[in-house]
């Protein structure tokens, strides 16, 4: 298994790009971590999620849609979201679904995405995903494990 941090250089659709954030407006920290397993890729999100950062996570997200295997998102060391992340989670799900491809699996949430999930009145089975029995099933727990 390998682990790495995907790297996003600024892409056309990027919020300064868009002009929906000032370019001095200080970005919060949003970092994606790749666990590639064999039969699943673990996608740890660290920092905040929100306007300014969730372009980084549907990038990752189309990138590992396409490399037809389930995605677990490890959602624990998420300190900030906004509706805005709910809405590209829930996409993404959808847009598997939709194309019958291999669906994202929910690690963990912390405290802030499931209050934001409550908020919203959504449940992780409503976004279309599992939790840590899946995992155990594909051998990619001993990867989270050795990553945190």
């Given at each position: 298994m390998t682990l790495r941090s995907l790297p996003f250089p600024p892409a056309a659709?990027?919020?300064?790009?868009?002009g929906q954030v000032a370019p001095d407006?200080?970005?919060p920290?949003?970092?994606l971590d790749l666990i590639a397993a064999p039969h699943v890729n673990v996608l740890t999100v660290t920092g905040t999620v929100d306007r300014r950062t969730v372009h980084r996570?549907?990038?990752?997200?189309?990138?590992?849609?396409?490399?037809?295997?389930?995605?677990?998102?490890?959602?624990?060391?998420v300190t900030g979201i906004d509706e805005t992340a709910?809405?590209?989670?829930?996409?993404?799900?959808?847009?598997r679904h939709r194309d019958e491809q291999p669906p994202i699996l929910l690690r963990s949430a912390s405290e802030p995405v499931r209050a934001v999930l409550a908020t919203a009145g959504v449940s992780a089975a409503g976004l279309g995903l599992e939790v840590d029995r899946d995992l155990a099933l594909l051998g990619a727990d001993r990867g989270l494990r050795s990553a945190g």
């Open positions: 659709g990027d919020p300064v790009s868009a407006e200080l970005l920290v949003c970092r996570l549907q990038a990752a997200l189309r990138r590992l849609a396409d490399l037809l295997r389930p995605t677990v998102l490890n959602l624990q060391p709910l809405r590209a989670l829930l996409d993404a799900a959808a847009e």
